[in-house]
């Protein structure tokens, strides 16, 4: 029974990381229909950009919202200065199917490789703001801690803010009328190229958020988000690459599959739970476990 | 007929072209001999890509994993089943190929960003998995052994010549068939398929089939790759096929040009000579650790990027931009 709670507990703190990222490539994908590779670059960059605030100032709250900060000013700095001249210029012939994609490639290596420069391949750590020593139920320790409460909490207030900005605001609205349509919201005087923008942007500071909730319970180094981002794809895949709530979902999904094989199967089977649900998904369902796109038509 | 002539003349310029590889070959260091090699493997791996990308209009993240794949394969049937190394390799490029196989049946079929996560996904996550495996060899891998060449060569013919040798002649094969299939009737079928899906349904090319085609070969090139690879480091471990080799190969196939398989070797020039580049850069200026790490990485970014955005159809295209 504490087996269980505890895999309960842990899947909910790792889906939700999970779900971060799988809501920062959603958005990047709903606004351009592109999966930005470079993410993994940018939410590593972001917390890089944590780690100095935190060591200078010494408050990881103060290192998180400058991670968050700068995650959108990077996302939306991406978008206007480097995918949006590379739509511009490239407009014919086969290579705009692959050319976006190929672009944020090499932008994720560029990213990893400035951080190489800047910060060297040593680990660094980030101490977590909050006791990571798992809470005692019933005389045993489990492994969850106030730190992945913490987690819960901080995932939970950021889904309820972006689903009140997309359901309760103008902005929201625009955002939704882009990503479904782009020409009618043109139309109808929404600011696409503006708003395309500004996903990014959200995306950044969702990928921010996540390398901060994330590093602290493993290390900091260039390569630390990649995992992130192939689970974070996943879990949009299951989701259906449309929708938000698909993504979280999607992610939650993810991370129960991969916590209860963990400590019910075997701990070597992370990457396998987590490729043999993507394969079926794909073969299965393409679309998207929840996905709505029966009622569109793109 | 004129078909015929085409293929034959095909012929004569790669063995043409092997002949002055065997010249250039016996002319050079041991040094340009292993460099060579090397070419000659990153080649055909960029042919792979430029197969499935170019041509068929997939786009993989994954071949590293399939090449280590591949790697594992051809380790395996000579380290542990004691197998010759020309069998190896033969054995390498099937199982990656039936790997591809298997995979494409999953996942080739879907477009766009489907396969190039998925492959990514992949090419994440199978390096973690070797270190579960026992057979596999953890972190220390499987060893590769070619063994020594031929005592029919003579005294003098040394173990990177060899190497060289090796790594030529499959790369030229292999690029000499996947040449003729693209001027047959399957290189038609796939460009049509890359630059119009339903048009090519409509002329009745089974699309799905032909892309889970597509995969398998390019699949099964890229395990011949891996197996020259871990045939010239002389063992195969999971860190020998990184995220970033699957990159590099991108890069390569950008860089050629990725809708024609003429300038391929161009790609494989330079991946071989980029760390090159790097280090004189770090021997001139220095630098720190992660400098001197990083600096390939970020030269194989930047021209992916530039490749992308100045010549996307390859270097040809600057020459005839006045138009």
Redesign the interface.
């Known amino acids: 029974m504490l087996k269980f709670i505890t895999a309960v507990l842990t899947s909910l703190t790792t889906g939700s990381i999970y779900a971060l990222m799988s809501t920062a490539l959603v958005l990047v994908?709903r606004s351009t229909r592109?999966?930005n590779?470079a993410q993994a670059g940018q939410a590593v960059l972001t917390t890089y950009i944590g780690y100095e605030v935190i060591v200078r100032s010494g408050s990881y709250w103060v290192g998180l919202i400058m991670a968050i900060v700068a995650g959108a000013v990077i996302g939306a700095a991406i978008d206007r200065f480097f995918m949006r001249p590379?739509f511009k210029?490239?407009t014919t012939?086969?290579?705009v199917?692959?050319?976006p994609?190929?672009?944020t490639?090499?932008?994720?290596?560029?990213v990893?490789?400035?951080?190489?420069?800047?910060?060297?391949?040593t680990y660094q750590t980030i101490a977590a703001p909050v006791s990571t020593d798992g809470y005692r139920i019933f005389g045993s320790v489990i492994a969850f801690s106030p730190f992945n409460l913490m987690v819960l909490v901080c995932v939970t207030i950021t889904m309820l803010l972006l689903t009140l900005l997309f359901q309760k605001t103008n902005l929201g609205l625009a955002l939704r009328a882009s990503a479904h349509s782009p020409e009618i919201a043109k139309l109808s005087g929404i600011k696409v190229d503006g708003i395309r923008t500004l996903g990014w942007a959200l995306a950044g500071a969702a990928g921010g958020l996540a390398g901060m909730l994330f590093v602290p319970s493993t290390y900091l180094y260039?390569n630390a988000m990649?995992?992130l981002?192939?689970f974070g794809?996943?879990a949009a895949?299951i989701g259906g690459?449309d929708s938000l709530f698909g993504a979280v979902a999607g992610a939650m999904v993810l991370g129960f599959a991969i916590n209860f094989t963990t400590s019910y199967v075997s701990s070597?089977l992370v990457?396998?739970t987590?490729?043999i649900i993507?394969?079926l998904v794909?073969?299965i369902k393409?679309a998207g476990i929840f996905s709505n796109k029966k009622g569109r038509r793109d | 007929m004129h078909n015929f002539s085409a293929t034959k003349k095909r012929l004569l310029l790669f063995i043409l072209f092997g002949w002055l590889l065997l010249l250039v070959g016996d002319r050079v260091g041991e040094l340009r001999q292993y460099q060579g090699s090397f070419v000659a493997m990153y080649t055909l791996a960029i042919a792979s890509i430029i197969l499935l990308?170019g041509y068929s209009?997939q786009?993989s993240?994954g071949h590293s994993a399939l090449m280590a794949v591949g790697a594992y394969a051809g380790a395996l049937s000579t380290n542990n089943a004691h197998l010759h190394p020309v069998i190896a390799l033969i054995i390498a490029t099937f199982v990656a190929g039936l790997f591809g196989l298997i995979l494409g049946f999953?996942?080739a079929r879907?477009s766009?960003?489907?396969l190039?996560?998925?492959t990514?996904?992949?090419a994440?996550?199978l390096p973690?998995?070797a270190n579960?495996f026992p057979i596999l060899g953890g972190e220390q891998g499987v060893a590769f052994d070619v063994g020594a060449p031929p005592a029919r060569f003579g005294e003098d013919f040394s173990q990177y010549k060899w190497f060289f040798w090796i790594s030529s002649l499959a790369a030229l094969i292999m690029i000499w068939l996947i040449a003729n299939l693209l001027s047959s009737k399957y290189g038609r079928s796939f460009r049509a398929m890359?630059?119009n899906q339903v048009a090519a349904q409509l002329t009745g090319i089974n699309t799905g089939r032909l892309k889970v085609t597509a995969f398998t070969i390019s699949a099964g090139m890229a395990g011949l790759a891996g197996g020259l690879l871990v045939m010239l480091i002389s063992g195969v471990s999971p860190s020998a096929f990184p995220?970033?080799l699957s990159?590099s190969l991108?890069?390569g196939a950008?860089v050629t040009g990725?809708?024609s398989l003429k300038g391929v070797m161009l790609g494989g020039l330079v991946l071989v000579a980029i760390p090159e580049i790097a280090d004189s850069v770090v021997n001139r200026i220095g630098g720190?650790?992660?400098?001197t790490?990083?600096?390939p990485?970020?030269l194989?970014?930047?021209l992916?990027?530039a490749a992308?955005?100045f010549a996307?159809?390859g270097p040809g295209q600057l020459l005839k931009k006045k138009h």
Do not use: C, H
Request: aromatic share 12%; no cysteine.
């Open positions: 994908w592109v999966i590779f590379i210029r490239i012939g086969p290579i199917m692959i050319a994609v190929v672009a490639l090499g932008l994720l290596g560029i990893q490789a400035i951080i190489g420069f800047k910060w060297g391949l260039p990649d995992v981002l192939v794809f996943i895949v690459l070597r990457f396998p987590a490729f993507l394969i794909l073969l393409p | 990308t209009g786009l993240l999953g996942v879907l766009g960003p489907y190039a996560g998925t990514l996904a992949l994440v996550s973690s998995l579960q890359r630059d995220l970033s990159f991108l890069t950008v990725v809708y720190s650790e992660g400098f790490a990083t600096l990485g970020f194989v970014s930047a992916l990027i992308v955005l996307p159809n």
